[in-house]
């Protein structure tokens, strides 16, 4: 039995490095088929997240067979990485808990649940933080590989190999980018389009060196006043939590104070010149989820709910097909508000 299990591995681990492309598009469909359960039937929510979950763990796992196959340069220790990938997984899969906590166990079941994860979470990211000086972590800490560039990095290193030495290696990596001949204008290649969780709006940047590609940089050592600052957004949800259970969820307390700790964290960061591009990354995720405090309890029940639902219903009675989108979504928006990990996970 051992033997057959190793031998399906082997073959599987051999098709996602030989076949990236055709992985990567399995993953999007399996993810884009939990957003249509979703609503569709009894129990779907718990199915959807299910899908998800197994989704974006499939990508992890996917991930770190390419990243072995492909010979990446190992950039932070393994007990490091490790650690990450713990928390990367608990964050995948903690909606998907606490949806099924609550179905088995009640509220107090799932009330449980959020206060374990939350913990989990906090003492992994202060172990990284004040034990191997981790930096600014992102959310979540392991995100998802740049396949193109690893796609390309093999063909180049494949055909440096049965070429004229002379030739280099960045003159092998296919243009990104090619110019319209009347305006100039650069326009990114179809071939050169990365996959959706990677996709912006900003032109590829050709020739990038292997080390400057990958997702996972050496981070930034932090000062005395940074280093608080983190450790502010960690602890920020196991205090919100706490004054959740003392002043109830209708009590503007705990929202407060949330926000005031994430507010006081960015400001104690400073200018981000000095850091990385994960990490400046980080910190526009940070002062952009600032927004969800819009959609949480008590501020979205008593003044951006309505609003928020009427916005939704002119877009679309107004715009023609994009109410397939939108209908659903203001249908769903009041269980997906219910749910702690969708609107306070970070």
Same mark, same amino acid.
């Given at each position: 039995m051992s033997e057959l299990l190793k031998n399906v591995c082997f073959k599987y681990q051999k098709s996602v490095s030989e076949n990236p492309n055709v992985i990567g598009q399995v993953e999007t469909g399996f993810r884009l088929l939990s957003y249509i359960v979703a609503g569709r039937f009894q129990d779907s929510q718990i199915i959807s997240e299910l899908m998800y979950s197994a989704s974006n763990l499939l990508v992890l796992m996917n991930d770190a067979i390419l990243k072995g196959t492909s010979k990446i340069e190992q950039i932070l220790p393994l007990s490091i990485e490790r650690l990450m990938r713990y928390l990367t997984i608990i964050e995948y899969i903690e909606v998907f808990v606490e949806i099924t906590a609550l179905r088995m166990s009640g509220s107090i079941g799932r009330w449980v649940v959020i206060l374990v994860i939350q913990i989990a979470k906090a003492a992994f990211r202060?172990? =990284? %933080?004040?034990?191997?000086?981790?930096?600014?972590?992102?959310?979540?800490?392991?995100?998802?590989?740049?396949?193109?560039?690893?796609?390309?990095?093999?063909?180049?290193?494949?055909q440096s190999t049965t070429t004229d030495d002379t030739i280099s290696s960045?003159?092998?990596?296919?243009?990104?980018?090619?110019?319209l001949t009347r305006s100039g204008r650069s326009i990114r290649k179809l071939e050169a389009t990365p996959a959706m969780h990677l996709r912006k709006w900003n032109l590829p940047v050709e020739n990038k060196s292997s080390k400057e590609r990958h997702t996972i940089l050496t981070p930034t050592v932090l000062d005395r006043q940074r280093i608080w600052a983190e450790g502010i957004h960690i602890i920020k949800p196991l205090i919100h939590l706490a004054t959740l259970y003392?002043?109830?969820?209708?009590?503007?307390?705990?929202? =407060? %104070?949330s926000c005031g700790f994430d507010i006081s964290s960015l400001c104690m960061m400073g200018e981000p010149f000095d850091l990385n591009s994960n990490e400046k990354g980080e910190l526009r995720r940070r002062t952009f989820m600032l927004l969800f405090y819009l959609l949480r309890s008590p501020f979205f029940d008593r003044f951006s709910q309505a609003k928020i639902i009427f916005m939704l219903k002119i877009l679309a009675d107004n715009i023609p097909g994009i109410s397939l989108l939108i209908r659903p979504f203001i249908e769903y928006l009041p269980q997906w508000q219910k749910c702690y990990f969708y609107t306070w996970s970070s």
């Amino acid at each position: 039995m051992s033997e057959l299990l190793k031998n399906v591995c082997f073959k599987y681990q051999k098709s996602v490095s030989e076949n990236p492309n055709v992985i990567g598009q399995v993953e999007t469909g399996f993810r884009l088929l939990s957003y249509i359960v979703a609503g569709r039937f009894q129990d779907s929510q718990i199915i959807s997240e299910l899908m998800y979950s197994a989704s974006n763990l499939l990508v992890l796992m996917n991930d770190a067979i390419l990243k072995g196959t492909s010979k990446i340069e190992q950039i932070l220790p393994l007990s490091i990485e490790r650690l990450m990938r713990y928390l990367t997984i608990i964050e995948y899969i903690e909606v998907f808990v606490e949806i099924t906590a609550l179905r088995m166990s009640g509220s107090i079941g799932r009330w449980v649940v959020i206060l374990v994860i939350q913990i989990a979470k906090a003492a992994f990211r202060l172990i =990284l %933080l004040t034990r191997y000086n981790a930096g600014i972590q992102p959310t979540p800490p392991i995100t998802p590989l740049n396949r193109e560039s690893i796609i390309a990095e093999s063909r180049s290193g494949h055909q440096s190999t049965t070429t004229d030495d002379t030739i280099s290696s960045d003159q092998l990596v296919p243009e990104m980018t090619f110019k319209l001949t009347r305006s100039g204008r650069s326009i990114r290649k179809l071939e050169a389009t990365p996959a959706m969780h990677l996709r912006k709006w900003n032109l590829p940047v050709e020739n990038k060196s292997s080390k400057e590609r990958h997702t996972i940089l050496t981070p930034t050592v932090l000062d005395r006043q940074r280093i608080w600052a983190e450790g502010i957004h960690i602890i920020k949800p196991l205090i919100h939590l706490a004054t959740l259970y003392k002043c109830g969820q209708a009590s503007w307390k705990p929202w =407060l %104070l949330s926000c005031g700790f994430d507010i006081s964290s960015l400001c104690m960061m400073g200018e981000p010149f000095d850091l990385n591009s994960n990490e400046k990354g980080e910190l526009r995720r940070r002062t952009f989820m600032l927004l969800f405090y819009l959609l949480r309890s008590p501020f979205f029940d008593r003044f951006s709910q309505a609003k928020i639902i009427f916005m939704l219903k002119i877009l679309a009675d107004n715009i023609p097909g994009i109410s397939l989108l939108i209908r659903p979504f203001i249908e769903y928006l009041p269980q997906w508000q219910k749910c702690y990990f969708y609107t306070w996970s970070s």
